[in-house]
């Protein structure tokens, strides 16, 4: 009988999102005349811009002519693609960062999943907690996390960087050196961010021990603070400590359509190796190209037109950010992100769990979000509110939740 990869076995079951929707469902059966808003979603609403359906129309009639139709992608990347993030993300920002270093892909969840494959198998991991859980369980898939403890929610190899509002959502350098530090910013779920400053200080760090910086930096378009970096490479030396990974999906709306990146510089070498020339060689051999018409809508996202057009569809989302973190002020809760993060993370009013805060949310305003506790131990007692909705509903939330 075959054997299968035992560490798909040491899972938990991902029940969050599973147990959000059994719990709508039994809500909606016992009334339903109540209408839900939901406030818990990470996907984006609003419709694709103009000026990338544009693209999308002219690059699907460039595939209907035999001289304009494309085939397989470079595996890494169209340069057109390439060179315009080059350009606009990094040059025009100070970063030296060159096409040959972008490595174009299918979106930010493959990327950041796949990258681990780089590094041996005793590497030892560091994460936020809570964070985005893509990081240690593709880890766990490559038996790289040790054992599981129910009780506590932990791995027995993975270190645990608790942000909380006790450090106000700035992890501290761990007491034992890891090879991988995981960092979001601004972080799923909790809509808190580094400083440059900040920043600078994880990149020397990494520098000094030795170990690599996974930068997910999926949301970095919601970025509004002066102080707050929009690269991982505005911060002195990250070129040999740090691999950035960028998303299409929530700058532009292409959770739908699929696109993202992942920049590895030349600089960051082990004793034997480059990553840069391992990760180009597991893209030619396991994937082949991101598709040519989601390369052209993605070039599309830089355009003077798709600039103005996407500013103002992260304007919409900010403004419902705003509406539901002052509302939430208003009525008295604790409140945090939303500022540099379509994520509104807020403190459980009288100690209450947060699946407990989840189920009086529903009961008595009928709105929906995410319990903290599903990103991460470290996140019971928070709750997340996504500005992802309509600025009605957003609005007639709140107006529900402060009338609890
Ligand atoms: N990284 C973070 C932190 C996210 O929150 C998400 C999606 O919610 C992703 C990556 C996935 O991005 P993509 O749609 O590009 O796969």
Redo the contacts with the bound molecule.
């Keep these: 009988m075959f054997e299968v990869n035992e560490n798909y076995l040491k899972l938990p079951g991902s029940y969050l999102f599973s147990n959000i929707a059994k719990k709508v469902s039994d809500f909606t059966q016992a009334h339903p005349e109540k209408e839900i808003i939901r406030l818990g979603i ?2 984006v609403t609003q419709p694709l811009a103009p000026a990338i359906i544009e693209a999308l129309h002219k690059a699907v009639d460039e595939m209907a002519n035999a001289d304009t139709f494309q085939g397989y992608a470079p595996d890494l990347g169209y340069e057109f693609l390439r060179n315009t993030i080059a350009q606009n993300d990094y040059k025009a920002r100070g970063c030296e960062i060159s096409a040959d270093e972008i490595f174009v ?8 999943g796949n990258i681990q494959e780089l590094f041996s198998q005793d590497a030892k991991i560091a994460v936020c907690d809570p ?2 859980p ?1 990081y240690v369980d593709s880890n766990v898939m490559a038996g790289r996390t040790g054992t599981y403890d129910p009780k506590t929610e932990t791995w027995s190899r993975v270190i645990y960087m608790p942000t909380t509002m006790e450090n106000h959502f700035v992890p501290e350098f761990p007491k034992e050196t890891p090879q991988m530090i995981y960092l ?1 910013c601004p ?3 909790t809509g808190t961010t580094l400083t440059k400053a900040q920043l600078q200080e994880w990149v020397d760090y990494a520098n000094r021990v030795g170990a690599v910086i996974i930068y ?1 930096a ?2 970095e378009a919601y970025i509004s603070e002066e102080d707050v970096p929009h690269s991982i490479y505005e911060c002195e030396g990250a070129r040999t400590c740090a691999i950035e ?6 700058n532009a709306g ?2 739908g359509v ?3 990146y992942t920049v590895v510089p030349k600089d960051l070498k082990s004793k034997n190796a480059s990553l840069h020339d391992m990760w180009a060689r597991r893209h030619g051999t396991k994937f082949n190209g991101a598709p040519y018409i989601q390369q052209r809508a993605g070039e599309a996202v830089y355009s003077q037109a798709g600039k103005a057009q996407l500013k103002e569809q992260i304007a919409y989302y900010m403004k419902n950010a705003a509406v539901i973190k002052q509302g939430l002020k208003d009525a008295g809760y604790t409140v945090f992100g939303g500022v540099n993060a379509p994520y509104i993370w807020l403190k459980t009013p009288n100690n209450m769990t947060s699946w407990e805060f989840f189920d009086d949310l529903l009961e008595r305003a009928n709105v929906v979000g995410t319990p903290g506790s599903g990103f991460g131990p470290s996140g019971e007692g928070y709750f997340r509110l996504t500005a992802f909705g309509t600025y009605e509903n957003s609005l007639a939330a709140l107006e529900r939740i402060k009338s609890m």
């Design positions: 990470g996907d892909s299918d979106g930010a969840k493959s990327d950041s964070v985005y893509v979001c972080n799923n779920p997910d999926a949301y990974i960028k998303s299409f999906s929530k292409f959770t699929r696109l993202g």
